[in-house]
């Protein structure tokens, strides 16, 4: 809600993890990129629950999997009972009642996993490599094998339900990659991330445009210290 930070690298699994001291500690919020689980390993990771929600309401409208429908209920409702529990300034659901809760979300896994069991093989496009999956019980493994990282935002209040303020911040570098494309050097991708990290941050600052590019790049630091 305070930076932006934007940097642009060779490749996608290119995570800057010069962005943190090596001691520090946290949770890393983000769609089951599997890289950040490779660079941030000693990190805690949360997973964006609206990328759930969305691949759930797919698979109900297109491919009529009920698990999914349940599924997308209780983690709204969970969501529900958080929100209304950080009203009451608490820091996390307590045992007695995040077990049962756990419990059903373990029973939606099995029935999910349990309705891919009686559906016929997909056909295999090559003859080595694991067999293919459909998306549903694609899903199903993810939400089974991470669950912890699904359910943090239950356990611990500091973490959000969603990763939307990220997302938020990318749309409009995704909009400019679909209309410019790339970029004609390296140096003009660094400086084009430079500025716009700084443009952002001064929007979530509520600082003035222009103030904010005329101003000395140690009065900006030192200004957002407090946010760091």
């Known amino acids: 809600p305070a930076l ?18 090596g001691n520090a500690a946290g ?14 390993a000693d990190l805690n990771h ?15 409208e297109h491919d009529e999997e009920a698990w999914a429908a349940e599924m997308s209920d209780f983690l709204l409702t969970l969501k529900e009972l958080v929100d209304r529990a950080k009203e009451k300034n608490m820091s996390g659901l307590p045992p007695s009642l995040l077990e049962p809760l756990e419990h059903y979300y373990d029973g939606l896994i099995d029935d999910g996993l349990k ?14 490599g694991p067999p293919k999956r459909r ?7 993810r939400l089974r094998d991470f669950k912890a990282d699904v359910l943090r935002f239950a356990r611990d209040f500091a973490v959000p339900f969603t990763n939307n303020l990220a ?15 790339g970029f004609r050097s390296r140096k003009g ?34 200004a957002l210290r407090p946010a760091v």
């Open 135 to 141: 998306p549903g019980h694609n899903l199903l493994r």
């Open 115 to 128: 309705f891919h069991g009686k559906l016929p093989p997909l056909t295999r496009q090559c003859k080595t």
């Open 189 to 222: 991708a660094d400086v084009f991330a430079a500025v716009r990290s700084i443009i952002s941050t001064a929007r979530k600052q509520k600082w003035n445009i222009i103030d904010t590019l005329s101003a000395l790049p140690q009065d900006l630091i030192n």
């Open 27 to 40: 949770v890393i919020v983000h769609d089951h990129f599997k890289p950040y689980y490779k660079q941030f």
């Open 46 to 60: 949360a997973l964006c629950n609206a990328h759930h929600l969305r691949e759930l309401k797919a698979l109900v």
């Open 167 to 181: 997302e938020q911040d990318i749309r409009m570098m995704k909009v400019r990659m679909k209309i410019s494309g």
């Open 4 to 21: 932006t930070h934007y940097v642009a690298t060779e490749k996608r699994g290119d995570i800057p993890t010069f962005l943190r001291d």
